[in-house]
């Protein structure tokens, strides 16, 4: 759903810049509060993970293809703010060396697909998690439930803004039966990628998932017909000696690596969701090149190098790199920024 230059008007990207520009400013306050030095590096690591996974679009439906979007996952693993942040992390690294989303319109893609969908499926997670039983396991199904609708709600505000500022003269009701048609589709496969991961992540590290925070169940005992919490007189091994930050963190910068690296070459060719809209309907007929359209990695490739796989590879590698790197830096910036706010001297001052 990376939306290219052309699409939608100066005005209405200008707009949606301030938009998504206020949105991370807002995020980067409020990851304060959910990044500490354990879950810091894991950011990063979802920002690089999710990358990876844009790179393995799926069939759909018949010349349709699709592909993770991220909100869901991320605002489950580490957050809403900061998963705002992650997904707008890697929106700006594909636009900027992959030429994958147009550069005037990266305030309409962070505002449709880092914005719009982490909000979307963060509300419906937790209404699900405050109504599912105290469980893990009800924890990937919320996850599931909520990944499945953040995409077509993605798919509606995309729509909106055309509605809006679209560049082409096209019944805009046709635009949004097609667009939510083939997004409750892809939402399909978000939601199966995003359970799997998170439950992953929960079956070795539940600590880490802020999504299952203070949800392990508690034992109830019956006393005169009433149940009661029994009380925590023997706390439960810690979750870290099952498997460390440092093994999980290696664990999925290397599965990252394979997935954009090698996997990624038996994604499907087909295009995805909005360019199958946007050929159908006349969209795309003002489409302009992209600005970085000669980068060395565009359209995710290495320049010079001929062979098709390893070109591919390769880029998908430098993709992970640099989306890590980056993604790295904000989140330890962020959280080098809590510990100061809670230093003593900040608390003296107040």
Same mark, same amino acid.
């Given at each position: 759903?990376?939306?290219?230059?052309?699409?939608?008007?100066?005005?209405?990207?200008?707009?949606?810049?301030?938009?998504?520009?206020?949105?991370?400013?807002?995020?980067?306050?409020?990851?304060?509060?959910?990044?500490?030095?354990?879950?810091?590096?894991?950011?990063?690591?979802?920002?690089?993970?999710?990358?990876?996974?844009?790179?393995?679009?799926?069939?759909?439906?018949?010349?349709?293809?699709?592909?993770?979007?991220?909100?869901?996952?991320?605002?489950?693993?580490?957050?809403?703010?900061?998963?705002?942040?992650?997904?707008?992390?890697?929106?700006?690294?594909?636009?900027?060396?992959?030429?994958?989303?147009?550069?005037?319109?990266?305030? #309409?893609?962070?505002?449709?697909? /880092?914005? &719009?969908?982490?909000?979307? +499926?963060? !509300?419906?997670?937790? @209404? $699900?998690? =405050?109504?599912?039983?105290?469980?893990?396991?009800?924890?990937?199904?919320?996850?599931?439930?909520?990944?499945?609708?953040?995409?077509?709600?993605?798919?509606?505000?995309?729509?909106?803004?055309?509605?809006?500022?679209?560049?082409?003269?096209?019944?805009?009701?046709?635009?949004?039966?097609?667009?939510?048609?083939?997004?409750?589709?892809?939402?399909?496969?978000?939601?199966?990628?995003?359970?799997?991961?998170?439950?992953?992540?929960?079956?070795?590290?539940?600590?880490?998932?802020?999504?299952?925070?203070?949800?392990?169940?508690?034992?109830?005992?019956?006393?005169?017909?009433?149940?009661?919490?029994?009380?925590?007189?023997?706390?439960?091994?810690?979750?870290?000696?099952?498997?460390?930050?440092?093994?999980?963190?290696?664990?999925?910068? #290397?599965?990252?690596?394979?997935? /954009?690296? &090698?996997?990624?070459?038996? +994604?499907? !060719?087909?295009?995805? @969701? $909005?360019? =199958?809209?946007?050929?159908?309907?006349?969209?795309?007929?003002?489409?302009?090149?992209?600005?970085?359209?000669?980068?060395?990695?565009?359209?995710?490739?290495?320049?010079?190098?001929?062979?098709?796989?390893?070109?591919?590879?390769?880029?998908?590698?430098?993709?992970?790199?640099?989306?890590?790197?980056?993604?790295?830096?904000?989140?330890?910036?962020?959280?080098?920024?809590?510990?100061?706010?809670?230093?003593?001297?900040?608390?003296?001052?107040?």
């Amino acid at each position: 759903m990376h939306v290219p230059d052309g699409f939608i008007n100066a005005p209405t990207s200008a707009v949606t810049g301030v938009v998504a520009a206020g949105a991370i400013a807002v995020s980067l306050r409020g990851a304060r509060r959910e990044l500490d030095e354990r879950t810091a590096p894991l950011a990063g690591l979802v920002a690089a993970f999710i990358f990876a996974v844009q790179m393995l679009n799926f069939p759909v439906a018949a010349g349709t293809s699709g592909h993770l979007l991220g909100g869901a996952l991320a605002a489950i693993l580490v957050g809403p703010f900061t998963g705002v942040l992650c997904v707008s992390v890697v929106l700006l690294m594909q636009g900027i060396l992959f030429a994958d989303g147009g550069l005037t319109a990266l305030g #309409v893609n962070i505002t449709d697909m /880092a914005i &719009v969908t982490t909000v979307v +499926a963060y !509300a419906v997670f937790r @209404g $699900l998690v =405050k109504t599912l039983p105290r469980t893990h396991r009800s924890v990937t199904v919320a996850s599931f439930v909520a990944a499945l609708l953040s995409v077509p709600a993605a798919a509606v505000a995309f729509t909106f803004l055309y509605w809006i500022g679209g560049t082409t003269d096209v019944a805009i009701g046709k635009v949004a039966t097609a667009m939510v048609g083939v997004h409750v589709l892809i939402g399909v496969g978000e939601a199966a990628i995003t359970a799997l991961t998170v439950g992953a992540v929960i079956a070795v590290r539940p600590d880490l998932v802020y999504g299952a925070r203070g949800l392990q169940q508690k034992l109830k005992l019956r006393v005169n017909g009433e149940l009661v919490d029994t009380p925590a007189a023997h706390p439960a091994a810690p979750v870290a000696a099952r498997t460390s930050r440092r093994t999980l963190w290696v664990s999925g910068l #290397v599965t990252s690596l394979v997935l /954009a690296g &090698v996997v990624s070459f038996y +994604a499907s !060719a087909n295009p995805d @969701g $909005l360019e =199958k809209v946007a050929a159908d309907h006349g969209i795309d007929s003002k489409a302009e090149e992209h600005a970085n359209a000669d980068s060395p990695l565009a359209d995710y490739g290495v320049k010079d190098v001929t062979n098709a796989r390893l070109s591919g590879g390769l880029a998908g590698v430098i993709g992970v790199g640099v989306t890590v790197v980056a993604g790295s830096a904000v989140f330890w910036a962020v959280r080098r920024r809590r510990t100061s706010d809670a230093s003593p001297t900040a608390v003296e001052n107040v």
